[in-house]
């Protein structure tokens, strides 16, 4: 069974509005994070800022790009990836990133089965609404 990620066509389904909270609200977490390891590595402060900093801009751009397919929800769940290794400068970033990085995939695939029961009920109701319409008209 191949795994389709692929968004409902609603404007705001409930998988692109779970996604976006959580990367947006991950951007902010990395930032935090990177001001605290460059107190915290003061050596590595130039890798640490770039790290961090495009980490953000990519989380940031991958949250406005979930309206164009699958593939920003693939590069979403790579993304988790940086954001866990973090933890290599602050150790509490270990937890937070997987924590982060669970809450990402179920938030897509809880929030693809969402729109799918929601696009599911809705095209039935508008087979149901166009046969009482066929009827009164015939």
């Known amino acids: ?15 692109r509005m779970i996604s976006a909270t959580i990367l947006v609200i991950e ?12 107190q915290l590595a003061p050596g590595d402060r130039v890798l640490t800022w770039t790290w961090g900093l495009l980490t953000v801009l990519v989380l940031v751009l991958c949250t406005g790009m979930l309206k164009r397919g699958a593939w920003p929800y693939w590069l979403g769940l790579l993304l988790q990836l940086p954001v866990i290794l973090l933890g290599i400068q602050v150790t509490a970033m270990w937890v937070v990133g997987l924590g982060f990085a669970a809450l990402y995939a179920y938030g897509i695939f809880k929030g693809h089965q969402l729109d799918a029961e929601k696009d599911a009920v ?12 066929g009827e009164q008209s015939g």
């Open 1 to 15: 069974m191949a795994l389709d990620l692929t968004p409902s066509p609603r404007p705001h389904g409930a998988q």
């Open 27 to 38: 951007a902010f977490v990395v930032f935090f994070a990177v001001l605290v390891a460059h």
């Open 122 to 133: 809705d095209a039935e109701v508008r087979a149901t609404r166009g046969e009482e319409t």
